[in-house]
């Protein structure tokens, strides 16, 4: 698939089929999302794949209190991808100080990164996904997240059972400024 076909073609999909997703699959995915740019290449990003039912299900029930809407998505997805990353490195100099005046944001920062280019090979794959920020912390406990590290956010993988229209974008006029 072609680069920008990829990048505007990407929909958040919110229902999926029962199909499942090879594990083949979801680790090339990761591999692709590997590619990703990270500050001073520290590649904090890591995933926690959900193939169980059982947990998908407890975190649809307990972690979406924040949003509930969440919690239907997530049980309706095969597979649920908790997003987490290496504490204190991102945006860290070596002592522990921070690098910049942005202190600790790059650990989101590149967290995000490395999600939308998950997200893109996934599309490249022919699978939907969703990112999810409204998910409550608990979800750390739900997936016994080791202690040096933290979650960014949650994205649902699957096979695509709806084909949304893209949300309407902005003009270029009013994202751009040329000095
Ligand atoms: C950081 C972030 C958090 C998001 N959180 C949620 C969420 O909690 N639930 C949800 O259904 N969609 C969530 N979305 C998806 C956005 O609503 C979606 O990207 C936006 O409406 C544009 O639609 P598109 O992705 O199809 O282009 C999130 C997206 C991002 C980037």
């Not at 990048?7 to 089929?17: F, L, V």
Request: charged share 25%; hydrophobic share 35%; aromatic share 8%.
């Amino acid at each position: 698939m072609e680069a920008l076909e990829c990048i505007k073609g990407r929909r958040s999909i919110r229902a999926y089929t029962d199909e499942p997703v090879d594990r083949e699959t979801i680790n090339s995915i990761i591999e692709a999302a590997s590619y990703a740019p990270s500050w001073k290449h520290t590649q904090t990003a890591r995933y926690t794949v959900i193939e169980s039912k059982e947990l998908k299900d407890k975190i649809a029930a307990n972690c979406t209190h924040t949003y509930p809407g969440n919690g239907e998505i997530i049980k309706n997805a095969p597979v649920l991808v908790v997003v987490s990353f290496i504490k204190n490195r991102a945006g860290f100099e070596r002592d522990g100080s921070f690098s910049t005046s942005k202190e600790d944001r790059w650990e989101m920062f590149d967290s995000g990164v490395a999600t939308e280019a998950f997200c893109l090979a996934a599309h490249s794959f022919g699978l939907g996904t969703v990112i999810m920020g409204l998910i409550d912390d608990s979800i750390k406990e739900a997936i016994d997240l080791p202690e040096n590290q933290d979650t960014s956010c949650v994205i649902c993988l699957g096979h695509a059972a709806e084909a949304p229209q893209a949300p309407r974008r902005k003009a270029v006029e009013d994202l751009v400024i040329y000095k």
